[in-house]
């Protein structure tokens, strides 16, 4: 069991960042985005080889987010109330058993539960990853913690897909699960030379609404869950689309993400700190808008250059919103904060991946990637006419602390 204790490496009033406990949480984050992209790049393939389709595709996706948003806010409070570490190590351990399964039982139907289960899991390690690394960020480094954070997530990104898909093609699929198996256990293991920060019995609240979502990470959180929607049908087609159409690779369009979010996110941490999330917004909504367009043309050229510029809408988005989102949180509250904030993700990769499968199956990519620009435009204008208006907005919170 990994140790828990409070912020040993961060003694009070310091803004030193690069901590053990830093380091080692940003190491097993980077392994956890890489086991999740890993994972979900090849698995439309391996549903259609089974004797599935392209709706069944997208259902599966809608099932895999439906799992991990319904655990992201018991997550969350078990995080606050009963355990940081415990909440990681069980997810982690039942991953690997879970690989394992899907190692010995190539049936569709049952693939598909164990896929959604995986989602549900990895919705627990992934919240506990994430609140651990929160806890070891001084707050007058947030964004700039966060950036770096994200840019280890960049990495798997880059690498996830590429590893997942190239199993998947020299190996088969069994490799695939037993490198899952095989990097969950990494994680696990370094797990044990993070001290996770300890929970106060006394402290504890019981399960309700309020201490399952919080409020003060909701605007950051729509903001972003529109932006998104894009992206959940992105991931799950994007590499049929190319093999389809014969314009390229899905795993040199993903590593292209990995390359614009990761030149991104080295750029925006301390411009986030200094100048908010606005300029963030206008920017990386404008790097999705052109994107799709650049995907509607169906040109090797267009494609590659439109996973750079989804990746370089990510970088500079994501982060932006991750710092408004616990702007205002107090730490007790970091895991339901959390787990608010990546309930974002879950909702547009599920409600993504559906409605992409949905008319993808109906009328095809190109009008598939044309319905998405809707979500866009409309994380863009809740932004202006909403969030940027609440408390967690960089203005209002530098105005009242004047």
């Known amino acids: 069991m990994p140790s828990e204790g409070g912020d040993a490496d961060m003694p009070i ?16 984050n980077l392994l956890l985005s890489m086991w999740g992209f890993m994972i979900h790049a090849p698995f439309p393939f391996y549903i259609i080889e089974l004797g599935g389709n392209e709706l069944l595709v997208g259902i599966t996706a809608g099932g895999v987010s439906v799992a991990a948003l319904l655990m992201r806010p018991i997550g969350g409070w078990f995080l606050d109330n009963v355990s940081r570490s ?69 990495l798997g990104t880059a690498f996830g897909p590429a590893l997942g898909l190239m199993l998947m093609a020299d190996f088969g699929f069994p490799s695939l699960f037993l490198m899952s198996a095989a990097i969950m256990l990494v994680a696990l293991v370094m797990s044990k030379g993070f001290s996770f920060k300890k ?23 729509i903001v972003l869950l529109l932006a998104s929607m894009p992206f959940g049908g992105l991931v799950i087609f994007i590499a049929l689309y190319g093999e389809q159409y ?36 206008i920017i990386g909504n404008g790097c999705f808008l052109i994107a799709i367009v650049l995907l509607l043309l169906s040109s090797t050229v267009a494609y590659y250059v439109s996973g750079l510029l989804f990746g370089l809408g990510f970088g500079v988005l994501n982060p932006a919103m991750q710092a408004m989102a616990m702007r205002t949180v107090p730490p007790p509250q970091r895991g339901s904060a959390t787990s608010t904030f990546q309930c974002s993700h ?7 991946g559906i409605i992409a499968g949905w008319v993808v199956t109906v009328w095809g990519y190109r009008p598939m990637f044309g319905s998405l620009i809707v979500f866009v435009v409309a994380s863009f204008v809740v932004y202006i006419l909403w969030a940027a208006k609440t408390p967690s907005a960089f203005k209002v919170f530098k105005q009242s602390h004047m």
């Open 13 to 28: 009033g310091t803004d030193r960042l690069w901590t053990k406990n830093f380091i080692c949480m940003w190491i097993i």
């Open 86 to 154: 415990l909440l990681f190590v069980l997810g982690a351990l039942l991953i690997i058993v879970v690989s394992f399964l899907l190692f010995f039982i190539p049936v569709l139907g049952i693939v598909i539960m164990l896929r959604i289960m995986l989602g549900l899991l990895f919705s627990a390690t992934t919240t506990a990853s994430i609140t651990s690394v929160a806890d070891a960020i001084p707050p007058a480094r947030f964004g700039e913690g966060i950036g770096y954070l994200g840019l280890g997530n960049t």
């Open 199 to 221: 929970i106060i019995k006394a402290n504890r609240k019981k399960i309700k609404l309020s201490s399952l979502l919080n409020k003060d990470a909701l605007p950051a959180s």
């Open 246 to 281: 014969n314009i390229g690779s899905g795993a040199i369009f993903f590593a292209l993400i990995a390359v614009g979010s990761g030149t991104a996110r080295l750029l925006v941490g301390r411009m986030i700190d200094r100048a908010g999330e606005q300029p963030m917004v």
């Open 346 to 352: 879950d909702v547009s990769a599920g409600l993504g």
